[in-house]
């Protein structure tokens, strides 16, 4: 396939300092050669999902959903707030529920959390996902624990481990997305 594939960053976690989005930062930079990684940078712009909004979304909303519809699969990093995934997300998530963009869409996420800790999120994302039916890669679907002190000033992971690591993720979406998985 000649074709690049558009993979979509999604990060759950609106601060600045983010490991989860640090993770995926450091995604757009690993990119595999037939890779575009586009990280959406907008969750705090959302507003709070309202059924009554969902025909007529605004311009947040609306460009959420057409980067989603433009991309050829999503990968989410997200923390764990209280068990689960942070309000801002679901939210996020929750405006892709009747217009339906991730419907089929290919997904995959990464979790930064260490063994022990942060299980809750990706039970709750694959459900939303589930019932969203969107298709989980779920070989790209991994944990890959990064600590605050793995980031580096300029946003991005250097440790050559996690940065590899990363990259399969991506190659495991690419080979799904070009039907070359095993």
Known sequence: MTTPVRILLVSGST?????????????????????????????????????????????????????????????????????????????????????GELYGKPVAWVNVAPAGRGDGAPASLETVLGYVGATVIERACVRRPVGREAVGSDGLIADPIIRASIADVLQEMLRHLWGTAD
Do not use: H, M
């Not at 595999?32 to 947040?60: C, E, K, Q, S, T």
């Not at 050829?72 to 929750?94: H, I, M, Q, R, W």
């Open 15 to 99: 601060r600045r300092a983010s490991t989860n989005t640090a993770l995926l930062r450091t995604a757009r930079d690993v990119a595999p050669d037939g890779v575009i990684a586009l990280l959406y940078d907008a969750l705090p712009d959302l507003p709070a999902f309202n059924p009554d909004d969902d025909d007529r979304p605004g311009a947040a909303v609306a460009a959420l959903r057409r980067q989603i519809a433009d991309c050829d699969a999503v990968l989410f990093c997200t923390p764990e707030y209280a068990g689960s995934l942070p309000g801002s997300f679901k939210n996020l998530l929750d405006w892709t529920v009747g217009s």
